[in-house]
């Protein structure tokens, strides 16, 4: 049975990710409306009544907008941590008592085929988490709005076959940017977002364990180009002796629609 995943959307606009496997189906985050999201899901041939549950990796704006409309509408159970419904709370609407349901940090559990593990992540949310997913002995892992590398997050993503990795600035587009200073303070800080070159060094890592398929995701509109972030991991994965395209495969999500419908395997076989 393989793991299929799509980057719907990834950016500092919104964020949504579909990962399926046999007859399950989640939307990881809805940070966008209820409509855009249904018609990206349409476009890799899965419904909203099709789906099984949203999970939320943390609360801010860009990750849930859309949570409250789809659960409403299709009765959908939505998992987040404890953090991250007290975050949420008046941000998204009611949501069905009988709907909300928790997960902890480091504490797998099942939805259908797939097994999920949220892991904590450094970010300035109320308990926010990536996630990895398994099925059948493929692992798909999302790493995105991490401030920093810490052994922590890149334990629980180590040995995934497939990383969504945040690539989100780049530090000197970010520095000479617009922004107002606190907001460039905020995500220079090692619990904002992960920059180019770190994004680099993760990839790198995550290679050299197993991962046979690097996405880089959440680009700054503003503060990055998909052409840059690409060209500082590959650099990197060069530098550490890993040819980009034949040792990995690497992509960039992308922030206004679908990406691909992807499929691992258990070691890609």
Known sequence: ??????????????????????????????????????????KIGIEPTQLTAILVTHEHSDHTSGV??????????????????????????????????????????????????????????????????????????IATDVGCPKKGWMNAVRGADAVLLESNYDPDMLKAGSYPYELKRRILSTKGHLCNEDAGSCALELVKAGA????????????????????????????????????VRLDIASRDGVTGLFAVRSGFD
């Open 212 to 247: 046979k398929h690097i996405i880089l995701g959440h680009l700054s509109k503003e503060n990055n180009f998909p052409e840059l972030a690409r060209r500082c991991t590959e650099d990197a994965l060069r530098a550490g002796g890993v040819i980009p395209g034949e040792d």
């Open 68 to 141: 409250g409309v789809l659960s409403r509408k299709y009765r959908l159970p939505v998992y987040a941590t404890a953090g991250t419904w007290a975050g949420m709370e008046g941000k998204i609407g009611a949501v069905d008592a009988q709907l909300r349901c928790e997960m902890e940090p480091g504490e797998d559990f099942y939805l259908g085929a797939l097994n999920v593990t949220p892991f904590a992540t450094p970010h300035d949310a109320n308990e926010p988490v990536g996630l990895c997913f398994e099925c059948g002995g493929a692992r798909f892992a």
């Open 1 to 42: 049975m393989e793991l299929r995943f799509s980057p719907l959307f990834s950016g500092s606009s919104g964020n949504a990710i579909y990962v399926g496997c046999g007859s399950t189906h989640i939307l990881v985050d809805a940070g966008l409306s209820g409509t855009r999201i249904a018609n990206e899901l349409g």
